[in-house]
Nanobody, 121 residues
Framework: QVYLVESGGGLVQAGGSLGLSCAAS????????MGWYRQAPGKQRELVAQ???????SYGDSVKGRVTISVDRVQKTGWLQMNGLKPEDTAVYYC???????????????WGQGTQVTVSS
């Protein structure tokens, strides 16, 4: 079994900062992409940030310049630092990873349980 365990999130005032972390645990052979998506009520899930196995980063247009993703592939843990938060950043944030479980050569997609981020104005 493979799990993505998220931590962080909560309530912050506009302009503030918040950090999220995501740890992949279980029988993992290889970690590929790791990142975060978010979903606000009534909206589609959208990319926040992700990092490929080569270290290439991608950021959603709405958060560029305000968030930074980092990943430790030995620890199989990622961190998302968010600064200059706005009320429109309010959403449930989901950790996302593509990884290969031990005993297989087939990468699979996994999602964390989600963590609420609320930005007050």
């Amino acid at each position: 079994q493979v799990y993505l365990v998220e931590s962080g999130g909560g309530l912050v005032q506009a302009g503030g900062s918040l950090g999220l972390s995501c740890a992949a645990s279980g029988s993992i052979f290889r970690l590929g992409v790791m990142g975060w998506y978010r979903q606000a009520p009534g909206k589609q899930r959208e990319l926040v940030a992700q990092m490929s196995s080569q270290g290439t980063t991608s950021y959603g247009d709405s958060v560029k310049g305000r968030v930074t993703i980092s990943v430790d592939r030995v620890q199989k843990t990622g961190w998302l630092q968010m600064n200059g938060l706005k009320p429109e950043d309010t959403a449930v944030y989901y950790c996302h990873a593509i990884l290969t479980p031990l005993g297989t050569e087939i990468p699979k997609t996994y999602w964390g349980q989600g963590t609420q981020v609320t930005v007050s104005s």
